[in-house]
């Protein structure tokens, strides 16, 4: 029977005929172990009723668990005791189909929007309490070239920092070195609360590539106009020059003065001259100089080995060296490990790496320079010009690569501007790394 009443009085009352079955064998009869018999059946009847009776609170118990656990699919039926719980089960019934449908949702909102982060090109972490990643997408994980993002720990200590630094809405550039290529990255951080925990979602873009070529067309524009300024400021030079004129011919006649020049006239030419050579040939050499950075040619690209161009450098540098007491030490590995450029352009960036390293070396006591050429982790040919010399400071570094720029007496400043332009003309990049007191390494990555 299914009916909870009519099962309740039908125990109810074969408990009481039990009980009455006791009570007359216990006082008229002398029957022993009858009485003994339909106690246990008693005590059993006892059991089973308050069983019963507690199946509505289990079920009830199974119904606010669900709740509470999010439990909505493996309920089943909820009661089934008759009329009398008809309208209860029907209530319970609707309840638990609300959260279902609620629960749907709320799970297909989350899946959209794991889709969604999954495909940002821009690599997104979700934080918990400041330690936790509970999400990283696969971006991210290129990014930082690991198999997964679990904790803070994982992540650049450069990172790290930003991201526990930075307030909700703030952005930072932050450099990091990932397996000898240096990255630039802008930090975003949006802080919020859920639940008593504090979320941080977190975006890393690498903008590398767009500050350099940025950068890059700046100049460009930048050299431009000051090329035209400078022109423009010959004019007093020509000036000059035909005062010079004047003082030697005559103006109406063209009659060469000569004899007829007085010593004052004399040495007023003389020092016209000399300042119209001087300045003639340095504004030349300037304007030279803003065009050779302006003016990068296309490469001829073919396959070249590291070797064929770095065994040519130190037999160009071998001699100068042993003069100057330097070890140039080569150190190829693979032996076969090429890339596709241009061979006369990367020569000269690493003839120019060279000569600066040389000229760091200077009033050194240990005097190396190591070209080494490798493979890292993505398959790039990677060449590298180091030295063991007093190194650069980080200001100097973060400069070193902008036009015109120098720490030298005698330099023009455009000779690694020029280097980092071809390595770009290249598809690839050219980076330091310094410490002061530690030499300074040059690496060219190319792409290729």
Sequence with gaps: MKNFRLQLI???????????????????????????????????????????????????ERFFSGIEYDDFITQGPLLQAGRSFEHLHERMETVMGSFRRIRGEKEENLRYLEQVIHHLGIATISVIDGETIALSNPAARRLFQVQRLGR????????????????????????????????????????????????????????RNEMAQVELEAWQKLI???????????????????????????????????DKISEETQDDIKESLRIVQKR????MEFVDGYRTVTRIPTPALKWLTAEEIMVQVQRLFRNQCEEQHIELELDIQPANVGTYAD????????????????????????????LEAKQNAFGQLVMSVTDS??????????????????????GTGVGLSISRQIMQAHGGYLWASSKLGAGASFQLVFNT
Excluded at 28 to 53: D, F, M, S
Excluded at 236 to 241: D, I, Y
């Design 280 to 283: 003639g040939l340095g504004l």
């Design 224 to 258: 431009r106009v000051l090329t035209h300024e400078i022109m423009n400021s010959i004019t007093p030079v020509t000036t000059l020059s035909d005062a010079i004129r004047e003082m030697l011919f005559d103006t109406r006649t063209g009659e060469y003065l000569g």
């Design 152 to 207: 803070m720990e994982d992540l650049p200590q450069a990172c790290v920092t930003a991201i526990r630094e930075l307030r909700s809405g703030e952005k930072r550039l932050i450099r990091i070195v990932r397996n000898e290529e240096m990255l630039q990255l802008i930090i975003s951080v949006r802080r919020f609360k859920l639940s008593g925990k504090e979320y941080q979602l977190v975006s890393f873009q690498n903008v």
């Design 10 to 60: 039908f125990r109810v009352l074969l408990l009481s005929l039990v009980l009455v079955a006791i009570s007359v064998l216990v006082f008229k009869t002398n029957i022993v172990a009858l009485p003994v018999l339909l106690g246990g059946v008693a005590w059993a009847q006892i059991a089973e009723l308050i069983r019963y009776i507690e199946y509505t609170n289990r079920k009830l």
């Design 343 to 370: 061979s006369q352009m990367i020569e000269q960036v690493l003839i120019n790496l060279v000569m600066n390293a040389m000229q760091a070396l200077e009033g050194q006591s240990i005097r190396r320079i190591q």
């Design 389 to 410: 010399g007093p190194g650069i400071s980080a200001e100097d570094l973060e400069q070193i690569f902008v036009p015109f720029f120098t720490t030298k007496t005698n």
